[in-house]
């Protein structure tokens, strides 16, 4: 591996870490609160950090896709240790494995939190709070490569942070990787700035709507609040954020696209079919147990509820309008269902991802005609119009099952570390994994993560990271072959 090139990231990683702490900082001085000189001492400590890391290693311009492996875990790991100086020098969260796991959840868009009073902390360390998301929402390597030098491997570094699905779709933007990125954080910003927009028209204070659309737009989920979004209790703000998480969870490619005037990318895309396919089926069918079976008397308030819980736990977001724990069992099997789907590859969600559903569908009745009825047919698979490869379905097969295999090695060590019950540690790991935040039983919209023991928060952490890298970009290091000349 090229050293000197991975410390170089690392310094520009650092440097955007802590020039991003004086926006925090600002506001901190706009509430004159007790987080200014935190927030300050601690873009100093990561800015000292970054600086020489940045300007001593600068001879060796190149990135080996290895390279970007390593920067792609290894990054996301450091960034969040410095991000979680404030809360430590602040004292809000005074130990380092709640700050950490705080901070990788934001960063991770996981959500996931381990604050019992959110509420009490200052307004400058819940921006700060927020901001991960927004940063790392479209992936924080993306904002690094707009930093770094041409040719210096953004595309390795953009290979090793990207999901399978962008490799099975075959989406591309545009041939130099900083006008790529450059593309995507534009769109990213501007949807952002819409619903900040839109909340505030909604009477939600200005300082709450850009937190929330920050938790929004990234499908994260962090809140101001200790009631989520519930606490708002307005049918507005509700469907406001219902639409910015559909949004969040598309393709943004296919957003760009469409930005452009290609319309037909919109009928040819068989992913953004099944995607709107799972949210008419699975808000339809929870809307109609919520009405007819309680709590809710009204149609239109059953479908409120309803469509934002299965848009939040379906693009694991994690915001939350309602303790679905107290709605009755077949709404709550639904809920648990959308969990393992996720959202468009492409998009800032996380989980398995409706691509990987329509390949192994898509596959199953193939497979099934071929043997049962038309045994000498070749049967070729196609996605957005075009044949999908043997290696991608074997591709999209694989990520399912590794999937699968790791919520249940995760559970069983949840209960071994935490001793929990074995439905709230499958939850703990399925929250963590898909990068959703709130779970069920444990770790459900009522509770947080603040009660697990350190060795298992760190094992959650971990389960984040492997989650947002979509698992091959983080497993790959476990290989020997990896560390081979």
């Known amino acids: 591996m090229h050293l000197s090139s991975i410390a170089h990231v690392m310094g520009v990683l650092l440097i955007v870490t802590g020039a991003s702490m004086s926006i925090p900082a600002i506001c901190s001085l706009i509430y004159q609160e007790n987080d200014f000189l935190p927030l300050i001492h601690s873009a100093a400590i990561t800015m000292a950090v970054g600086l020489p ?3 001593t290693f600068r001879k060796d311009n190149e990135l080996h ?5 390593f920067i792609a875990v290894f990054g996301w790991v450091v960034v969040s240790a410095f991000s979680a100086i404030p809360f430590l020098l602040h004292g809000s969260i005074p130990s380092f494995t709640d700050a950490f796991f705080e901070m990788i959840s934001g960063y991770t868009t996981t959500g996931a939190t381990v604050l019992n009073d959110i509420e009490a902390v200052p307004h400058g360390l819940l921006f ?73 028209l909604g009477d939600m204070p200005l300082f709450d709507s850009l937190c929330t659309a920050f938790g929004t737009v990234s499908t994260s989920g962090y809140s101001t609040r200790n009631a989520s979004i519930g606490a708002y209790d307005s049918a507005y703000l509700d469907w406001v954020i219902t639409l910015f998480m559909f949004l969040g969870g598309l393709s943004f490619v296919l957003i760009y696209q469409v930005l452009r005037g290609d319309l037909d990318a919109l009928k040819k895309n068989t992913e953004l079919r099944w ?31 309803g469509s934002f819980q299965i848009m939040s736990l379906l693009t694991t977001t994690g915001f939350g309008t309602a303790d679905y724990e107290l709605w009755p069992s077949s709404a709550q099997m639904l809920l648990f269902l959308v969990c393992f789907i996720g959202a468009c590859a492409g998009s800032t969600t996380s989980g398995i991802k409706v691509v990987h559903y329509v390949i192994i569908c898509k596959y199953m009745y193939s497979s099934v005609r071929k043997i049962f009825f038309q045994p000498m047919a070749v049967v070729s698979l196609r996605l957005n119009g075009r044949t999908i490869d043997n290696d991608i379905i074997s591709l999209a097969l694989c990520y399912f099952i590794i999937n699968i295999f790791m919520v249940l090695v995760g559970g069983f060590v949840m209960t071994l570390t935490d001793n929990m019950d074995y439905s709230s540690a ?11 935040g709130p779970g069920f039983g444990q770790v459900g919209p009522s509770h947080n993560f603040a009660f697990i023991s350190d060795t298992g928060k760190w094992f959650l952490s971990w389960n984040m990271l492997v989650g947002r890298l979509e698992m091959f970009s983080a497993l790959v290091l476990f290989f020997p072959s990896f560390w081979e000349k």
């Open 275 to 305: 995607y709107i396919g799972f949210l008419v089926f699975f808000c339809g069918a929870i809307t109609l147990i919520l009405w007819t079976k309680g709590p809710y008397s009204s149609f239109f308030d059953a479908l409120r509820y």
């Open 53 to 55: 890391l940045f300007l």
């Open 65 to 69: 896709i290895k390279d970007g492996f």
């Open 128 to 200: 700060w709070r927020s901001q991960t998301h927004l940063l790392g929402g479209m992936g924080f390597l993306t904002l690094a490569i707009i930093f770094l030098p041409h040719g210096m491997g953004g595309l390795r570094l953009f290979r090793a942070e990207s999901s399978p699905g962008q490799v099975i779709t075959k989406e591309k933007f545009k041939p130099r990787n900083r006008d790529t990125m450059v593309s995507l954080w534009w769109i990213y910003i501007a949807l952002n700035l819409i619903q900040v927009v839109l909340l505030v």
């Open 426 to 436: 499958m939850s703990a790991v399925i929250s963590s994994l898909m990068n959703i």
